[in-house]
C-alpha cells in the first residue's frame, strides 16, 4: 500500500509542482467573450484588416470559418487541468495560458489577448507555426470550426497561477502547413451551401437554418444556360415565331399566319451567376406548398416575387420521368418555354409581339428580357415534390415596356463591353 502511494505521488510530481485551488468551466457570457475575441481576430485576418505592431498587413483569408463553442472539447480542457500542468503537452488544437496572479475575472479574454499578440508581436512569420507564433496560427486556424475553454487556478511556490486551456477541432497547427488560404478574395473558399459567407465578418459562418435546396453542378447550368441563350438568340435574330401558339386553346384550331417577333438591337448571352442561384436557393428553402386554384401545389407568389427577377416552376407531383437534374430541367423549361414545347406567349396574350411590347408582365417569361445578363437558378427535390426557381439580372420585366429595344440591326446597340456575336445575335459580356 505504502508503495502504490509512492508511487502516485512521484507520478503527480513528475507532472506538476502546483496544486489545484480552484477549477472550472467557463459562464456562458465567458464563451461568448472567449468566441468574441476569437472570432473578431478571425475576421480582421479574413477581411486583411490586420496589421502586426510593426505595421506588417497580413494577407486576406480566403476559408477562415467562424468558430462556435464546443462543450465536449471544453470538457476535454478542463480534464487537461486537473494536475495544473505549469507547460502544455502540445500546440496542436490545443492553446495553453499561464497568468501569474492573474485574477480569474476575465481571465478567458486575457488569454485570447495574449495570444494573438503572438501575430501582433511578431507578423505574418507566423502563417506557418513557429515558436513565437504558435498559439496564433492555433487561434487562427482557419479550417477549426469549434473551440471549447476550461480554466484553473493553482498555487505554484509564492504564485497563484492561472490556467486557460482551449481544444480546437478540427485541430490545427499541423507542422509545415499554413493557418489559413490567402488571395485577393475573402471568403472565396467558403462552401456557399455549408458555411456561407458573412459579409460583414468575412467568415464561413454558420450554414443556413433551413439549407433543403440545391444548386446545379456545372454541367447542368451550362444545359440550363443553352436553352435559355438559343431562345434569347432566335428572338434577338427575329427568328421566333410569336404564334405556334396562337391556335385556340379549345378547338385545336392551328394558326394560319406566321407572326415573328422583331429582331433586337440589344439583347445579352446570359451568363450564370452563382449569388443569384443562392439568393434563388434561399428562397426555395423558405417556399412553403400552396395549393393554387387549379389543384396544382404551387410556390407562394410572395415566394415567387411575381413581376420581379424570376422564373418559378410550379410545385408538381413528381412523374417518374423527373428523377435526373435534365429531366427536372426539361420539365420547367417546358413550362416556362411554351405549350406543347413552343413559346406560348400568344396563348397569354401578354406582349403584341409586332412592336415588342409588354402588356402584362408574367414571370414565366423573365429570362427573355433583353437587359437581363445573369441568370442562377435553384433547385428543391421533396418527397413527392419538387420546384426549380431562377433569378435574373437586372430585373427586365416592366408593365407596357419592351421585352428589347426592336430594330435592326441585329446588336446594333450592344455597348463595348458587350460587343455582338453575329451567329447568335447576342451582346456578349467581355
Ligand atoms: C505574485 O503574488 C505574490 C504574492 O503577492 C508575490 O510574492 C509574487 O512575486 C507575485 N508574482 C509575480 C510574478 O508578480
Ligand atoms: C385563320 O383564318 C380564318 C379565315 O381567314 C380566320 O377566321 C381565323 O380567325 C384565323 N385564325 C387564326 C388563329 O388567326
Ligand atoms: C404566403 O406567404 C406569406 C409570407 O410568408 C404569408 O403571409 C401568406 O399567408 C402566404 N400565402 C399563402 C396563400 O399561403
Ligand atoms: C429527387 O428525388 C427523387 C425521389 O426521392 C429521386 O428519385 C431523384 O433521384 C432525386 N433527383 C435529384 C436530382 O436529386
Ligand atoms: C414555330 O413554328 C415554325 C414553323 O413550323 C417553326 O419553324 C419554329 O421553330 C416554331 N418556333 C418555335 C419556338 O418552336
Ligand atoms: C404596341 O402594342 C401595344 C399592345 O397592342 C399597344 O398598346 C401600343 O400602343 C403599341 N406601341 C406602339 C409604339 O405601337
Not at 495560458?97 to 501575430?119: M, P
Not at 481544444?167 to 455549408?194: D, F, I, S
Not at 437586372?394 to 458587350?418: D, E, I, N, Q, R
Request: net charge positive; hydrophobic share 40%.
Amino acid at each position: 500500500m505504502l508503495t502504490v502511494l509512492f508511487l502516485f505521488a512521484c507520478f503527480v510530481k513528475a507532472y506538476s509542482t502546483a496544486t489545484r485551488i480552484e477549477w472550472g468551466h467557463f459562464t456562458s457570457a465567458e464563451q461568448t467573450a472567449i468566441l468574441q475575441a476569437h472570432n473578431a481576430f478571425r475576421s480582421k485576418l479574413a477581411l486583411g484588416t490586420y496589421k502586426s505592431a510593426a505595421g506588417v498587413k497580413f494577407a486576406k483569408a480566403t476559408n477562415m470559418y467562424q468558430l462556435k463553442w464546443d462543450f465536449n472539447a471544453a470538457d476535454e480542457a478542463f480534464d487537461a487541468l486537473v494536475l495544473c500542468p505549469m507547460t502544455p503537452t502540445t500546440y496542436k488544437g490545443q492553446n495553453f495560458y499561464k497568468g501569474i496572479n492573474v485574477s480569474r475575472t476575465g481571465c478567458g479574454t486575457k488569454a485570447c489577448a495574449a495570444w494573438t499578440n503572438e501575430f501582433h508581436a511578431f507578423g505574418p512569420s507566423g502563417y506557418v507555426m513557429t515558436v513565437n507564433t504558435k498559439q496564433a496560427t492555433q487561434m487562427a486556424w482557419a479550417k477549426s470550426h469549434s473551440v471549447g475553454c476550461a480554466w484553473a487556478n493553482c498555487q505554484n511556490g509564492a504564485d497563484t497561477v492561472m490556467l486557460v486551456i482551449c481544444r480546437y477541432t478540427p485541430e490545427g497547427n499541423t507542422a509545415g502547413v499554413k493557418a489559413y488560404a490567402q488571395g485577393a478574395k475573402t471568403c472565396a473558399m467558403c462552401p456557399p451551401v455549408a458555411a456561407p459567407c458573412v459579409k460583414a465578418t468575412g467568415l464561413c459562418g454558420e450554414p443556413l437554418p433551413v439549407p433543403d435546396y440545391k444548386l446545379f453542378p456545372a454541367a447542368d447550368q451550362t444545359y440550363f444556360l443553352s436553352k435559355f441563350n438559343s431562345v434569347r438568340s432566335q428572338m434577338a435574330l427575329g427568328e421566333l415565331t410569336w404564334d405556334n401558339c396562337s391556335w385556340h386553346w379549345a378547338t385545336n384550331d392551328k394558326p394560319n399566319e406566321t407572326i415573328y417577333w422583331p429582331a433586337s438591337k440589344a439583347t445579352y448571352q446570359l451568363k450564370w451567376d452563382a449569388g443569384l442561384a443562392l439568393s434563388a436557393g434561399k428562397k426555395l428553402a423558405s417556399a412553403k406548398y400552396f395549393p393554387d386554384p387549379t389543384g396544382n401545389y404551387a410556390l407562394n407568389a410572395s415566394v415567387g416575387n411575381f413581376g420581379y427577377n424570376t422564373n418559378v416552376d410550379e410545385w408538381i407531383p413528381r412523374r417518374d420521368s423527373e428523377g435526373t437534374l435534365q429531366q427536372m430541367i426539361n420539365a420547367a423549361w417546358f413550362t416556362w418555354y411554351g405549350c406543347f414545347g413552343v413559346l406560348k406567349m400568344a396563348y397569354h396574350a401578354m406582349a403584341d409581339p409586332k412592336n415588342g411590347t409588354q402588356v402584362y408582365e408574367d414571370i414565366l417569361y423573365t429570362y427573355l428580357a433583353g437587359s437581363a445578363r445573369k441568370i442562377g437558378c435553384a433547385y428543391r427535390n421533396d418527397t413527392g415534390y419538387w420546384g426549380i426557381l431562377c433569378y435574373t439580372w437586372p430585373k427586365g420585366l416592366t408593365v407596357g415596356s419592351a421585352f428589347y429595344p426592336a430594330g435592326t440591326p441585329v446588336c446594333s446597340s450592344c455597348p463595348s463591353t458587350a460587343p455582338c456575336n453575329k451567329a447568335t445575335g447576342l451582346c456578349v459580356l467581355k
